[in-house]
């Protein structure tokens, strides 16, 4: 078995829409990134990408290379799973928690869980996906962008 923690955050922009575990969610603004700017996913990414011991998503899909620009992470997502199955690893299970002043993610979190779950071709019942505020404190707490921490643990 191997474990991995991934962390992300950007910062909201507007005129972007904002995705969040592969879902579009209603919300004045978005996320501010070279890709789609998906702070879950990219926490997840690089979770899985530690656990197996390669490395971090910037030096996968680095944000200096163009063909990244604007990319649905969910994409980069498959990709990275593709590559753990490469090397004979799957997913057991992954914890997920997102921290974010607003917008009110609940509603939105069983849209998130079934599609890591299909991304990552495991059961969605090892997704686990949570969401809270800092009270108003931090960048989160003051509304200007979202974070998001992952934990996953890979078998052979």
């Known amino acids: 078995m191997l474990i991995g923690q991934g962390f992300d955050a950007h910062r909201f922009a507007p005129g972007r829409p904002l995705v969040l575990g592969g879902v579009e969610i209603p919300h004045d603004q978005g996320m501010l990134a070279h890709s789609d700017g998906d ?89 686990n996906v949570k969401a809270t505020t800092m009270e108003h404190m931090g960048f989160t707490g003051r509304g200007e962008g979202i974070a998001a921490s992952a934990s996953v643990l890979l078998v052979e």
Not at 88 to 94: C, K, P, T, W
Not at 111 to 127: F, I, S, T
């Open 39 to 127: 702070v879950l996913i990219h926490a997840l990414c690089d979770a899985l990408l530690g656990a197996a011991g390669l490395g971090d998503i910037g030096r996968h899909f680095p944000d200096t290379d163009d063909a990244y620009a604007g990319i649905d992470s969910r994409i980069l997502l498959r990709r990275v799973i593709e590559s753990l199955h490469a090397r004979g690893l799957r997913v057991h299970n992954a914890d997920m928690t997102l921290i974010a002043q607003r917008p009110k993610l609940a509603p939105h979190i069983p849209g998130m869980v079934e599609v890591l779950a299909a991304d990552m071709q495991c059961d969605p019942a090892r997704v």
